[in-house]
């Protein structure tokens, strides 16, 4: 089993950033897929960023140049820093984990991911 606990979050000005982090606890792999989805108000959950075993990275269209996903392999850790952030991107963050995708080449849907931590609310006024 993998335990995966979000921090960060919070209320920011249109304009403004935020950092995300997830750190996971249990049976983890190096070879582990990561990414974090988010679900607008009224919309389904949606990939926003995704990264591989290898380090390679994929964004939704709408964060590209915006938010970039790292990973943290020692401290078991993932974050998403967010950057010119839009009241469009408002929602609730999810960061997920699975061992069933080690590479990528496109944002892998919600479907393949066993694990999901708590969520966190982002929310960014104008």
């Known amino acids: 089993q993998v335990q995966l606990v979000q921090y960060g979050g919070g209320s920011v000005q249109a304009g403004g950033s935020l950092r995300l982090s997830c750190v996971a606890s249990?049976?983890?792999?190096?070879?582990?897929?990561m990414a974090w989805f988010r679900q607008r108000p009224g919309k389904e959950r949606e990939g926003v960023a995704a990264?591989?075993?290898?380090?390679?990275?994929q964004y939704a269209d709408t964060v590209k140049g915006r938010f970039i996903i790292s990973k943290d392999i020692a401290q078991h850790t993932l974050h998403l820093e967010m950057n010119s952030l839009k009241p469009e991107d408002t929602a609730m963050y999810y960061c997920?984990?699975?061992?069933?995708?080690?590479?990528?080449?496109?944002?892998?849907?919600?479907?393949?991911?066993?694990?999901w931590g708590q969520g966190t609310q982002v929310t960014v006024f104008s």
């Open positions: 249990g049976r983890t792999y190096d070879s582990d897929c």
């Open positions: 990264i591989d075993r290898d380090g390679t990275v």
């Open positions: 997920a984990r699975t061992n069933n995708i080690h590479t990528i080449r496109a944002l892998p849907a919600a479907g393949f991911f066993d694990y």
